[in-house]
Nanobody, 120 residues
Framework: QVQVVESGGDLVQAGGSLRLSCAAS????????MGWYRQAPAKQRELVAL???????TYADSVKGRFTISRDNAKNTVYLQMNNLKVEDTAVYYC??????????????WGQGTQVTVSS
């Protein structure tokens, strides 16, 4: 079994910064893509950023130039550095990881989410 746990959500003023962290643990053989999605109230979950095992990144247009995704493969951890936060970034942020476990099953795991609130 694989667990994914996020941390770092908080209340911050517009223009401020936050760093989210997400660690995967359990019966892990390898991790492929890791990333972040977010869901604001009354809206669908949307992609924020993804990073491959090789370090290739993908960003939503709304966060390009403000957010940076990175990962530490040795720690099975992914980070999201969020700068110049806007009120519209307010959402629950979910970490996700595509994990191959020790018996070579591959599946996507999700964290429980961490709340980011940006005040004006």
């Amino acid at each position: 079994q694989v667990q994914v746990v996020e941390s770092g959500g908080d209340l911050v003023q517009a223009g401020g910064s936050l760093r989210l962290s997400c660690a995967a643990s359990g019966n892990i053989f390898s991790i492929n893509d890791m990333g972040w999605y977010r869901q604001a109230p009354a809206k669908q979950r949307e992609l924020v950023a993804l990073i491959s095992s090789g370090g290739s990144t993908t960003y939503a247009d709304s966060v390009k130039g403000r957010f940076t995704i990175s990962r530490d493969n040795a720690k099975n951890t992914v980070y999201l550095q969020m700068n110049n936060l806007k009120v519209e970034d307010t959402a629950v942020y979910y970490c996700t990881a595509v994990v191959t476990d020790t018996i070579r099953r591959t599946s996507r795991s999700w964290g429980q989410g961490t709340q980011v609130t940006v005040s004006s």
